[in-house]
């Protein structure tokens, strides 16, 4: 059974900092390209970061550049976001996604998602 778990996420004041894991298990999570997504009420699902299975190649919405950092450890499974300076339009759900197209074969998995406040 595949499963994406999220972790880390809760209350900081504006400016704080969290750092969020995603533990994966169940696929060989080397070959996986993984994002983070987040959600915020009333608003569309976005993505904000991206980090390649290949070359370790990342992305990032222009809202975060310059304030979180997504990388990967693949001897424990796990992908990170690093928030800093956040902002109160940070205040989302963040989601964990896996995803992949390997030789015609398409996979995409997906956690339950962590709580982010940003509030004063």
């Known amino acids: 059974q595949v499963r994406l778990v999220e972790s880390g996420g809760g209350l900081v004041q504006p400016e704080g900092s969290l750092r969020l894991s995603c533990v994966v298990s169940?696929?060989?999570?080397?070959?996986?390209?993984m994002r983070w997504h987040r959600q915020a009420p009333g608003k569309e699902r976005e993505l904000v970061a991206g980090i390649t299975s290949a070359d370790g190649r990342t992305n990032y919405a222009d809202s975060v550049k310059g304030r979180f950092t997504i990388s990967r450890d693949n001897t424990e499974n796990t992908v990170y976001l690093q928030m800093n300076s956040l902002k109160p339009e940070d205040t989302a759900v963040y989601y964990c996604?896996?995803?992949?197209?390997?030789?015609?074969?398409?996979?995409?998995?997906w956690g339950q998602g962590t709580q982010v406040t940003v509030s004063s």
């Open positions: 996604n896996a995803v992949r197209l390997w030789f015609g074969r398409a996979s995409d998995y």
């Open positions: 169940g696929i060989t999570f080397s070959t996986y390209n």
